[in-house]
């Protein structure tokens, strides 16, 4: 049921994906990512000297009785030995739940993988939009210099699956080589 100020239009700052009015935020830092990160050492040398630095920044819009919510996601340039920075990656917990990713600004990898298997790049450049397929992970990477930013909107009720993630990583590893992404099998994907 729509009341007080809702509907309502949201502004979106492309650069730093704040929304104006918000609903809900929240930042992650280099040392809430560890296991995400394949280059450990690399991550704590980066935590100790960087003071554990954000990596990515979420804000979201959403209201009650809806079956669609929406936000953005800053991810900042940096790496981590060679791996650039990224978010988790997730499943949906619903088997029916997709989402889409609308890229603002700056430059982003979505990578996505099935349940089966399956691998898929998007490169993430403002006008671009992917549609992510329920049942299938997906994690973003910043490959730029300077903030990627993009707008996603799914069901509020999709739900984070990060487990086999957490557990095993995805199966494909986004790394820094020559300067330039290159997608190289996980040598420890389990
Ligand atoms: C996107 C959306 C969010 C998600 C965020 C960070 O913005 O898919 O639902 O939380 O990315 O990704 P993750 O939770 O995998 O770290
Ligand atoms: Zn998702």
Redesign the pocket.
Known sequence: MASGNWPQGVRIDPVTGALAPETGHYT?RLSELRHIFHDAPALERAVAQQADPVV?D?AEYRQPDSDLYF???TIFPGTVGDEYYM????FHERPDAA?I?SALHGTGVLLLESRTGENKIVEMTPGVTAFIPPEWA???MNVGRDNFV?L?A?SPTAG?D?SQILKKGMRQLLLQRDGRPELVPNPNWS
């Open positions: 992650k990515y979420v936000g953005t996601t978010t988790r990656g997730h989402e990713y997906h994690r973003t993009f996603w799914c984070h990060y």
